[in-house]
């Protein structure tokens, strides 16, 4: 997310499925706070795993299978890096849906 296109700056969203663990690594976020965030997300009855992301210029919060799981950070990436990557390792990953709405101003 918020990524700069040589990856020098990013914040990773990294769902492992060998070990049911969802993880946000604010590493390379810009300044602030560093290091990773990880929470068990087991998948849902059908094997899925279903992920909302809301990011904003300073922050990104996941939210795991509606809901069971929620992680917020703070993240501080320069404004021009709006980058969007999306793969998946050693397996396969498939996106079924993806919303993305631009956010206003609230003026304050």
Known sequence: MRASE???????VIYN???????????KSGGGVTGISRCVLKPAADG?????????RSSIEVFGNDGRVA?????????????L??????GTAK????????LESGGL
Do not use: C, M, Q
């Open 6 to 12: 040589e990856h020098k700056e990013e914040t990773l």
């Open 95 to 102: 996106l079924l849906r993806l919303d993305v709405w631009k």
């Open 48 to 56: 899925t795993v279903k992920l909302h992301l809301f990011v904003d």
């Open 17 to 27: 499925s060998e070990e049911n663990e969802l993880s946000i690594n604010r590493d």
């Open 71 to 83: 992680a917020s950070n703070r993240i501080y990436p320069h404004l021009d890096n709006t980058g």
């Open 85 to 90: 990557d999306l793969y998946a390792r050693s």
